[in-house]
C-alpha cells in the first residue's frame, strides 16, 4: 500500500499553502479590488469636477451680468468697454467700473481712476490676485488674469470710451451677448482696457484649447449665462455679439 502523503490535501500530492501565502494570496486578490473600483471611479469624479467648474465659472458670469444690470440702473446705460484720458489713451476696463456692485467697493475706492491701471498709483491693485469672481477655475491662466472678457465691435454692447444705452439693443437683451469666456490664451490682466473683438470670438471652434470642454459660458444682456458650444456656425456668433444682427437668440439654438 503507497502510504498517504500527509502533506496532500486528501491523499492527493502537491503541498498545501501555508498562511503566509494564503494572506499574500487573499492581499493581492483585495488590492485587485481596490485597483478595479478606483479605476472606475476617477472618471466619474474627473467628470463630476468638470462640471463643477464650469458651474462655478457660470455663476460668475451670472453675477458679473447682474452687476452690468445694477450699473446700468444706476447710470442709465452700460459702462464703456474702458475709460480714456484727454488723449484718448485707456485707462480702466469696465471691470473696475463695477466693483462696487460686485461687493468690492473698497478695492474701488483704492484705486485712482484719473491714473492709468497699471500707472504705480495703482499698483497695490494691479499686482494683487484678481478678485475670485474674475476667475475661472478651470482656465490656468496667472492668478490676476481673466478669461471673462467683453465683446467690443462697432455694434457691440459695451463700446470703447462711451455708455450703452439698453434702447441701442435692437435685437432685444435676451439675443445679445454682453461678456463671453474666451480661451486662456486670450486671457488678460483683470484690470486692463483689452478686450475680445469678433475675430477672437470667431476664432472660438472645436480645435480651441477652451476651459471646459466642448465649448464656453456666455452672458446676455438680459442676465442669462449659456453654455454655447464650440460649433456654434460663425454667422450665428456675428448675429450675438451685435445690437443690431437681427437674430432672435433662445437655448433651443445650443
Known sequence: MTP??????????????????????????????????VALLVPLDRRAGTAAYRNSCSVNLKNIALALEQYHN??????????????GKPL?????LILPYLEQRALYDSI?????????????AYLAPAPEIYRCPSSGSPENHTTYLAVVTPTSCLRPAAPRPKADITDGLQSTVDVIEVAPKD????MA????????VLSLGPDSKLSHPGGVNVAFCDGRVIFVPAT???????????IAGNDDASEKDF
Open 112 to 124: 485712482d481712476f484719473s491714473k492709468g491701471w497699471d500707472d504705480p498709483a495703482n499698483a497695490a
Open 74 to 87: 444706476k447710470h442709465h446705460a452700460y459702462p464703456p468697454a474702458y475709460t480714456v484720458d484727454a488723449d
Open 187 to 190: 486671457s488678460v490682466h483683470w
Open 193 to 200: 482696457p483689452v478686450d475680445a473683438n469678433e475675430a477672437m
Open 92 to 96: 480702466h476696463s469696465w471691470r473696475t
Open 4 to 37: 498517504i502523503n500527509d502533506e496532500s490535501p486528501s491523499g492527493v500530492g502537491g503541498a498545501l499553502p501555508d498562511k503566509k501565502s494564503q494572506y499574500w494570496i487573499e492581499g493581492m486578490v483585495i488590492l485587485a479590488g481596490v485597483t478595479v473600483v
Open 232 to 242: 456654434l456656425p460663425k454667422e450665428k456668433w456675428r448675429a450675438l455679439i451685435s
